[in-house]
Each structure stands twice: as C-alpha cells, then as structure tokens.
C-alpha cells in the first residue's frame, strides 16, 4: 500500500500498457506513417491506462461526478465511451481507406488502358 493505495498486478499491467500506447504512438508519428489523430488518440488512452494504473481510486471520483452510486458502473460508463470513440474512430479510417484503395484502383486499370494502347500503336508502328 502506497499513498493509500492498494497496487496490484493489474496495476503494473496498466501501467505498461499505457505506456505501450504512448510509445506506439510517439513511434508512428515519428516515424510519419499516420497522422496526428492517431498520435492524440493514443495518447488519450495511454494517459488514462497510466492514471489508473497511479491512482486505482480515481473511478470513484469519476463515479461521484457522474452521480453513480458504484465505482463499478463508472468503469462501465467510462470504457464505453472510450470504445465507441475507438470504433467510430476506427471506421472512419476504415471508410477513407476504401475509397482510397477504389481511387486507386481506377487509376490502375487506366493507367493499364492507356499501357495497352501504347503497346499495340507501337506494335503497328514495327509491323508497318
């Protein structure tokens, strides 16, 4: 017990993978891969994963603010809430990522029209 805190494994798990998330994220972006959203992302739930792995108490906080009576029902509202950000988040990329590839994929087949074209001019050019 620290600070008046009870830490356990969950903890320590908590902490790592926080950490994890804000690492991943720092990489990605360093590394221009993705953009600044996923790197804020990211950074959100790594710095929650981090303050619950510090302050194990801090749901019942969140659970007073939010006018619930258990902590258990705060955790319940909170990860909720930070999974439907995910996925909307995460369909969002999802759909741009479908029309990118379907851009993509036209260009190819005129870019592969066009190769045709210039194949068989040339072809006639040689024949004649």
């Not at 902490?15 to 992302?41: K, T």
């Not at 950074?43 to 801090?58: F, S």
């Not at 955790?75 to 996925?87: D, P, Q, R």
């Amino acid at each position: 017990m620290v600070f008046g805190f009870d830490y356990s494994l969950v903890n320590l798990l908590s902490l790592v993978v926080g950490l994890a998330f804000l690492a991943n994220g720092y990489i990605i972006v360093r590394s221009e891969r993705e953009s600044l959203e996923l790197f804020v992302m990211s950074l959100l739930l790594g710095t929650g994963l981090i303050v619950v792995a510090i302050v194990p108490n801090v749901f019942e906080i969140v659970a007073r603010l939010l006018g619930l009576e258990w902590k258990a029902r705060a955790i319940l509202v909170i990860s909720n809430l930070t999974l439907f950000v995910a996925v909307t988040y995460l369909l969002n990329r999802i759909g741009h990522m479908y029309d990118r590839l379907s851009r993509l994929n036209e260009e190819l087949s005129l870019l592969r029209s066009e190769l045709e074209e210039h194949q068989l001019r040339t072809e006639d050019e040689q024949d004649d």
